[in-house]
């Protein structure tokens, strides 16, 4: 008899544990979207809504060997299964927890459907076209992967970082930092660490329309748009009633080094949902998967599961600043080897993983 198994979330991780196990088992993938998103692409697709389309791939050219999807938003989750916010329940022998996290928008598409995400990707991208001053709240890989995308599309606009933070990209070689540095004063790009505005921009992100922001030590920016680029926010919600486990303050799940959640042999969690002491990362989530597969596959044979998970002891990042440039560090069996501009270009600002995801999941819509 097919034994279940429910995966709650079709992102990076849930999308991967879910096209493996198809062959072993009746899988049923619950989210409320349509396609996958490959959020690496979402900047870019802001700039180029005529590429945008390249950023999603319809679950259905994902699971194509008996596995279904089933477009709704859990709300509860036991060790036996899930309860859905229609009213419905999925009744799962093994549940993969994989609800990940939310961003603001546009590093995140904020809606459901492809064509409503497109839509408002073309809406946000006329807004921009328009501005000739950006300001962008947040000095992180994802403000600064933005200002790198604005520049090379409009080099002439004035793209203005602003960081609370003292520090750029803390816990990464100096090296990688000072080229990073260099790169973003040649793009043009103004980087102000330590600064705090005194009260969040009077318009909508997003939108269009000039405006003011006094700093805290009382200097003023004036710009035409503006993007928040900070707020992570683990999607655990469901799981916020402790029928299947804890969450730390966080909002995270405890798991083994088998990536089991605390206490279950047959629930496992991936990615950024988990207390993985890592970076939050696509990266890592497929490699979650990849030994949550390996388990569930041991266990469908009666094998006892072997596969662990070990943290990447150092930082990694790939920063694009456009198709051409930006930083990186991988990690080596020696440690941190900082990436040329060329290498970072060639990994992911060319096509930031597409053609990885048409491999894996299939063609794009």
Do not use: C
């Not at 520049?151 to 070689?173: I, N, Q």
């Not at 600064?195 to 329309?209: D, F, I, K, M, S």
């Not at 597969?293 to 072997?306: D, F, S």
């Amino acid at each position: 008899m097919s034994r279940t198994v429910a995966v709650i979330g079709g992102g990076y991780g849930g999308a991967a544990v879910a096209k493996a196990l198809q062959p072993e088992a009746d899988v049923v993938l619950i989210d409320p979207r349509d396609a996958f998103v490959n959020a690496a692409a979402s900047l870019r697709a802001l700039t180029r809504p005529d590429w945008a389309a390249n950023m999603f791939f319809p679950y259905a050219t994902l699971l194509t060997e008996g596995g279904r999807q089933i477009r709704d938003r859990a709300v509860s989750a036991d060790p036996r299964g899930v309860d859905l916010a229609s009213g419905g329940r999925v009744d799962a022998d093994y549940l993969v927890l994989a609800t990940g996290s939310s961003y603001a928008y546009p590093a995140k598409p904020g809606s459901d459907t492809v064509a409503e995400a497109l839509d408002d990707l073309r809406r946000t991208h006329k807004e921009l076209r328009g501005a000739g001053r950006v300001l962008i709240l947040g000095a992180g890989p994802v403000g600064l992967e933005l200002a790198g995308e604005i520049k090379e599309t409009w080099p002439d606009k004035h793209v203005t970082v602003v960081d609370p933070a003292t520090e750029l990209l803390p816990g990464f070689e100096p090296e990688m930092v000072a080229d990073l540095r260099r790169q973003l004063a040649e793009l043009g790009i103004e980087v102000r660490l330590g600064t705090a505005l005194a009260a969040p921009p009077a318009t909508e992100p997003g939108r269009a329309g000039a405006f003011t922001v006094t700093t805290g030590g009382g200097e003023e920016i004036t710009a035409d748009i503006w993007f928040r680029a900070y707020g992570v926010r683990t999607n655990s919600g469901y799981l916020a009633d402790g029928r299947l486990t804890t969450l730390n303050p966080q909002g995270q799940v405890g798991v083994t080094a088998s990536l089991n959640v605390a206490g279950h042999d047959h629930v496992y969690a991936v990615g950024d949902l988990t207390d993985v002491a890592e970076a939050k990362m696509a990266g890592w989530a497929t490699r979650h998967a990849e030994v949550v597969v390996a388990n569930i596959k041991a266990q469908l044979n009666g094998e006892r599961p072997t596969a662990t998970y070990r943290p990447q002891p150092h930082p990694m990042i790939l920063l694009p600043l456009g198709t051409r440039g930006g930083v990186g560090q991988l990690p080596t069996p020696d440690g941190p080897s900082v990436a040329s501009p060329a290498m970072v270009a060639e990994y992911k600002g060319a096509d930031l993983f597409t053609g990885r995801f048409v491999g894996q999941f299939g063609p794009t819509a």
